[in-house]
Every structure is written in structure tokens, then in C-alpha cells.
């Protein structure tokens, strides 16, 4: 029985014991202090310098009495703690603690005095309600209660490691943020939610940052919804980046490598689903993936990513600078024709290439539409580039698609515009860069004005003038049978605001006609006759370059044009000017400035 009672009754003396340790030290280190008494000991952290006394430190803190118990000196008056969690700010608040000296402990700083605590050994077994015991406290019921509180503790923890993980502060801390944000936004099926958490991980670095969204998807958080964070994320920590015009600008290689590691993490956490983000902001992510020479996958990631949502895309979203510093083409070609085989990719075997999205993910008719304008108007807006080459411009043009009865009226503009940026080509490519358009899908207007484009070869206006002249046969036809004329691609007139229409009296249209065949029979004739010519004299002259016979001067090539003008200007009385011009689309007028849609800020 008095050993039962004696076992019963000895914590409850030990307890005492440290209780009144603790309280003489306490009342020992305020006379210490109240005295102004001298310093016996100084502690240098980094390179800052502490003079303090011992008392106060041994009986607080165990990591300092065991090195003052552990020295060959009896009279040790100074000690180096050169890798303190915190440095001198958070030892000086462990100070203060052994000196019973009031400070406050919040969100901001609990992370640094729990890290301090724990390096220096301030728990229960040196004394009573030690630092250790009492930052613990605050987190279980301040600290880790509240999304804003954990994201602070959070941040705070990222220059505290890796004591910070040791103790699970970081783990901790985002378990919290994940559990709240799980339950207050109903699983990421209320998107408001966003407004008042979102903004507070920002602040993290991405390697935390990642782990709380991944910490977020384990409890059920749907990463379809993740869409509006990572957009946020990305604004902030890419900021600062000139993305907008040619050329790489030199930043510092630390804030390079900075943010290609950003970059290349959010490119892995953002959502498989279609349309879970805009094709803009797609287009702002490739644009810095390429700036910032990120891996090729992370590249190819956004590529298909942005294939699946093409028909979402308008002329400034596909207009990639080019970064190349040895000179070049001002626009990244390359990375739109991979974009559009990827679309076409899609369009011919619906390949799903991975993303899990529960919608059918093939291109519709009406994306197909849209696609084939965009690479149309992107056609044109790179053809005055003067470094673009014949053979780059070509591939463009044949990853255009064709179906959906598109109309060739802003192929031709941009093979005109071609022509006209390129004076210098020969023959051979001019007739090469001029293939890749179907004059039979040209407009009444646009075969007109290539009929007395000059820059065209004679190859070209011919078939223009065959198939303009074919379209008027049948709407004559049609005038004498009364039936409906042939459906036709609809009209993009480019070219003129006052084009008059076909005349409904028969006889006029078929002397009109037969005007017009004659032109054509005659241009033939002369067409033959120069390519006999010019097969003759090739074999001695450069490729290219004809020379005429010394008894006959060499007829040019503007009188056979001359002849045609003539003709269809009294078919289209509009088109009379000597100069070829096509005025861009209204819609291209008031396009938004290049420079405010690419800038990530």
C-alpha cells in the first residue's frame, strides 16, 4: 500500500518540483534583469552580437546549457550559433522569453518562434510552460484555424527550412488550407468561393503552392475548378515578363530559372478538361513557355491543349513573336503549324491524346469554319513579313483547311500581299506561292481584281478569267430556264463597297460573254507562244529570264493584262485604278493593341 501511494504521489511532487524551479527562475532572471547587471556571456548569431547572462538562457533553453556544461571552460563567455532558424530576429524573441519580457505572438511570426523553439531545445523538461509548449498552443487554437492564418504560417515557413517540415509545421499548415477550402467551397463546385482564398496563395512560392492544390484534389477538390487559381497565380508570379515584342530581353539568369520552374509547374497542375481555361490565357502561357525556353513537353502540352480550343481563338492570340536573337521572321511560325497539325490531327482521327474530358472532342463544323478564316487572316498578317520565306510561307498555307465552302478571297490577299512584300522572286516561285490557292473559290470581285493584278503570273489570271467566265455561263443558263443559280460560297468582298450586279438581260450578258471568251482564246494564243519561247532560249539563259529575238523587241507582259482590264472593266467599272490594293477587313481596324493583350500582369 505505501508503494502503491508513494508511486500514486511522486508525479505530482515532480511536477511541483518544476513548477518551483521554474518560478524561482523566473523571479532569479526579473532581479537579473531589474539589477542591470552585467553580461557574462555573449552569443553571436551571424553577425549579430547578444550580451546576456547565463542564468536566464541555461534554464530555459537545453541546447545552450548543454554546450555551457559540456565546455573545458569554467568561465565561457561566448557562444556561436551561426545557423539559427530565423537568424538574429528569432533568437532575440527566444530572449526575450527566457527574461520573462512580453512580446506578441501572431500568424506572422508563430512560425519563426515554434522553428527557434524547438532548435534551441525550450520545452517542458528544462522548464514548466516553456516556449515550445506555448507556441504549440497558439497553432492548435489560433493559428491553424483559418485559410488566411495557415496560408501566413505557411509562407512564413518556406525561409525556415527544413526544421519547418521536421516539426510538421508545413505539412500542418497545408492539411488546414486544403480541409477549409474543401469544405467552404462545397468540393470546387462553388466557384465564388474563389474571391476570398484564391488571392491569399499567391504568396506562396510554387513548390508550395503545388502541394496545397494537389493536397486540395485529395480531398475532392475537382481540378476542373482549379482553372481561375492557377490564371491568378500565374498573373502574379510571371509578371515582368516582356512577352510582346521580337527578341529576348537579357534578366537575370536566377529570375530566369525562377520563373521557367513556375511556368513548367502550373503548365503540370492545369486542368485536362476542355475549355476549363480561355484560349487567351493558353496563348499567354506558350507565348512565356517559348521566352523563357521552357522543356519541349511543356511546349507540346500547350499546343494541344490550345488545338482542342482553336475555334476559340482570335488573329492576336496565334500572332507569336518570334524570340530568335540571330534575326529571322518577326512571327513564330513553327509554333502555329504545330498548333494547326495538332487541330487537324484531332479533326481527321479524334485522337484524345490524354485529356479526359467527358464532351466529344472532334472540331465541329462551325470550329472547322472559324479555324479556316483565322488561318486565312494569319496568312495575310505575316505575308509582308520580308524575311518570310517562300517555302514557310507555303506550309502555312497548306495547313489552311478547305472545307465548309471558304471562300479564297483572303488566301488570294495574302498571296498578294506576298507578292507585293517579295518583288525579287522568279517566276517558278511566284507560280509556287500562287498554288496554294483554288481560284475557283474566289468571288466575282476578287477574280476581277486579279484579273489586272500585274504581280500575279499569267498562269493565274487565266484561271481566274476560265472560272469567272464559267460562273457567268451558268448564271446565264440559269436566266433562260428560271430555275435557282447553283449555290456558291458566300461572298467576303475585300475589294470594293459598289460592286453592280449581273445585268438580267439575256442578250446583254451573252455578248458580255462572248467578249469575253475571245479575250480569253487570244490570251491563250499569246501565253502559248511565250512558253514556246521561253522553252528555246532556257537551255543558255539564267532560270527565270527570257530573252527576246534580236529582230522582234520582247512584247511585256502588261500589254496581255492591259487587254483583260480593258475587258472586265466593263464588267466591274470599279476596279479601274492602276494601283493593287485590298483593304483589310473592318473588323481588322479596331483590333486591340498587340501589346496590352500579351503582357501578363
Known sequence: MDLGSEQTTQPSTHVNRKELLANVMKRTSEWILSQDIPSDITIHVGRTSFALHKFPLVSKCGYIRKLVSKSSDAKLSAIEIPDIPGGPEAFELAAKFCYDINFEISPENIALIRCVAEYLEMTDEYAVGNLVGLTEAYLNEVGLKSIASSVSILHSSEKLLPIAEDIKLVNRSIDTIAYIVCKDSQYGLNSSTFDWWAEDLTVLGIEFFQRVLIAMMARG??????????????????????????GRKQIEARIEHEKRVVLETIVSLLPREKNALSFSFLSLLLRAAIYLETTVSCRVDLERRMSLQLGQAVLDDVLFPSYSLTGGTFFDVETVKHIMMNFLEYEMVGNRLGFNDEENVFPSASDME?????????????????????????????????????????????????????????????KKVCSVMNCQKL????????????????????????????????????????????SRPPKFNWFSSGISPVTDEVSSLKRENQDLKFELMKLKMKCREIEKRDDKSAAGTPLGITTPPSDKPRLPQKSFITAISRKLGKLYPSFGADEVTIPSPSKRKNKPSRDRRNSIS
Open 221 to 246: 477538390f475537382k481540378q476542373y475548378a482549379l482553372g481561375p487559381i492557377l490564371t491568378l497565380y500565374a498573373q502574379k508570379s510571371l509578371g515582368g515578363l516582356d512577352i510582346s515584342g521580337k
Open 370 to 430: 472559324k479555324v479556316g478564316k483565322l488561318m486565312q487572316d494569319y496568312l495575310a498578317e505575316i505575308a509582308s513579313d520580308s524575311n518570310l520565306s517562300v517555302s514557310e510561307f507555303i506550309s502555312v498555307a497548306e495547313v489552311v483547311p478547305k472545307q465548309f465552302g471558304i471562300t479564297e478571297d483572303m488566301m488570294y490577299k495574302a498571296i498578294d500581299m506576298y507578292l507585293k512584300a517579295h518583288p525579287a522572286l522568279s517566276d517558278v516561285e511566284r
Open 443 to 486: 468571288t466575282r470581285e476578287a477574280c476581277a481584281h486579279a484579273a489586272q493584278n500585274e504581280r500575279l503570273p499569267v498562269q493565274i489570271v487565266v484561271q481566274a478569267l476560265y472560272y469567272e467566265q464559267q460562273r457567268l455561263r451558268e448564271v446565264m443558263d440559269v436566266s433562260l430556264v428560271g430555275a435557282d443559280p447553283p
